[in-house]
C-alpha cells in the first residue's frame, strides 16, 4: 500500500504495507530494501579539457595561478593527463590535500596567459545506501578524530540560532544517518533551489549557510553549506566536494559546463556517506516548468530532467550518479605556495593573484565528450 503524506506544496512518497505487518520502522525498512538491491554501479567515460585564460593588465609585474585539477578518488580513474602552457607548471597540494596546479609568471608581456589541461576520467556511480542498523554514535575519540570536518568555515557558519534548528530537527537522534536524513528532508522542505523559480530567486556568489537559511534558497554550495552547518552542529562531520556535473546535454559543447558540489557525513562503518540534497530537491516535482526555467533546469540536474521523480529524491542520499568529475575537497583553502591574501573559498576553477591582490579578469572553458557509457 502507499501512501502520500502533503506537507504545503511538497510531497514525499512513503511505502508502508511491510512495515505495519512486522511492526517495524518505516525508515528502517525502506533503507533495508534499498541496500538490499543488487545493482551493479554504472561507469562513464569522458574525454576533459579545460582552459584557463588570465587577462594580465599593463604593467603587471608578478601573475601566479593556481588552477583546479582532476582529482583521483575511490570512483575516479584519470588517466592521460596533459597540460599546456608557454610558462613551467608545477603541481603540489593545497591544506586540504587536493593537487593543485601553479604557474608563476614575472613581468609578463603577453596581454594574456592561457593554461590547456586535458585528460581521460573514468568514473563510476556511487550505490550506498546507508542503512541506520549499520553504523552507531560516534563516540568521543572519533569526534576529536575528526575534529576538522567539525569545523566551521567563513561561510558554513555554527551559531546559535543553527545550533537551536539542528537541535529542533535532530530532536536528540544520535545515530548519524538518521540524524543526517532528518536534515536532509527538512532541507528538502524548506529550500528551494533558485533554478525553479529563477524570476524572484538567486544564489549567493560564495556559497553561504546564512544566506540560505534566511532567504530559503540558493544553488549547490549555498544547500551544501547550510546542511554542512546543521550537520556539524548536530556532531556529524562533514566535507564539500567541489567539481562539475558531466550532463547529456552538454556532451561535446563548447560552452563552460560550471561546476556543482555535494557534500558526504561520516557515519561509524560506513565511513564516507555522499549525498546531494540540492539535486534531489528539483526532483520533487512541486514545481512547473516554464520558458524561464526549463533549461536551468535541464543544465542543472546530472543525468537529464523528466519531471518528478521521488526515487531519486531517495537515491541522492547516499547514491551518487556517475557523471561528475572531482576538483577539490573542503572550504578555505590555503594554497601551496601560499597565496597573499586571505584562504581561497574552494577550488573549482582557479584563484588569480596579480601584484599580491586577487584576480578575478580570467575565465575557464570546461568542455567534454563522452566516450563510452556501461
Not at 140 to 153: F, G, H, K, V
Not at 190 to 197: A, G, L, S
Not at 262 to 274: G, R
Not at 346 to 371: C, N, S
Request: hydrophobic content about 40%; some cysteine.
Amino acid at each position: 500500500m502507499q501512501l502520500r503524506f502533503v506537507s504545503g506544496t511538497r510531497s514525499v512518497l512513503v511505502i508502508l504495507g511491510l512495515a505495519t505487518v512486522l511492526g517495524l520502522p518505516l525508515l528502517l525498512i525502506v533503507a533495508n530494501d534499498i541496500s538490499a538491491t543488487t545493482m551493479q554501479p554504472k561507469h562513464a567515460t569522458f574525454a576533459i579539457t579545460n582552459v584557463f585564460t588570465v587577462k594580465v593588465p599593463e604593467g603587471a609585474q608578478q601573475v601566479r595561478m593556481w588552477f583546479a585539477v582532476p582529482q583521483d578518488d575511490a570512483e575516479s580513474e584519470v588517466s592521460n593527463f596533459t597540460t599546456e602552457a608557454a610558462y613551467p607548471i608545477r603541481y603540489s597540494k593545497d591544506s586540504q590535500g587536493n593537487n593543485i596546479g601553479y604557474l608563476e609568471v614575472q613581468a609578463p608581456q603577453e596581454p594574456q596567459i592561457v593554461i590547456r589541461e586535458a585528460f581521460t576520467l573514468t568514473r563510476a556511480e556511487i550505490r550506498k545506501t546507508p542503512d541506520p542498523t549499520a553504523t552507531r554514535p560516534l563516540t568521543e575519540q572519533e569526534r576529536a578524530a575528526l575534529t576538522a570536518y567539525l569545523q566551521p568555515s567563513t561561510y558554513v557558519i555554527i551559531n546559535d540560532q543553527i545550533k537551536a534548528l539542528a537541535d529542533q530537527i535532530v530532536v536528540g537522534e544520535t545515530n548519524p544517518v538518521l540524524a543526517a536524513r532528518k536534515i536532509y528532508d527538512w532541507t528538502l522542505a524548506n529550500i528551494d533551489y533558485w533554478v525553479k523559480y529563477p524570476d524572484r530567486l538567486k544564489a549567493s556568489p560564495v556559497g553561504s549557510a546564512e544566506y540560505c537559511l534566511r532567504t530559503k534558497t540558493g544553488n549547490c554550495t549555498d544547500f551544501h553549506s547550510l546542511f554542512a552547518s546543521l550537520a556539524q552542529a548536530a556532531g556529524i562531520p562533514t566535507k564539500m566536494v567541489y567539481g562539475s556535473l558531466l550532463k547529456p546535454t552538454l556532451n561535446g559543447v563548447d560552452v563552460d559546463g560550471s561546476y556543482h558540489c555535494w557534500i558526504q557525513f561520516y557515519a561509524p562503518n560506513l565511513e564516507w556517506v555522499t549525498l546531494d540534497v540540492s539535486l534531489a530537491d528539483l526532483y520533487l516535482g512541486d514545481f512547473s516548468l516554464t520558458e524561464k526555467n526549463q533549461r536551468l533546469v535541464e543544465l542543472t540536474t546530472a543525468t537529464g530532467y523528466r519531471g518528478a521523480d521521488l526515487e531519486m529524491v531517495d537515491y541522492y542520499f547516499g547514491n551518487l550518479d556517475e557523471r561528475r568529475v572531482v576538483w577539490s575537497v573542503g572550504r578555505d583553502l590555503r594554497m601551496d605556495p601560499p597565496q597573499d591574501g586571505g584562504p581561497v573559498n574552494a577550488m573549482h576553477k582557479m584563484h588569480v593573484e596579480i601584484d599580491g591582490k586577487p584576480h578575478t579578469d580570467w575565465t575557464r572553458q570546461f568542455t567534454y565528450k563522452e566516450l563510452q557509457n556501461h
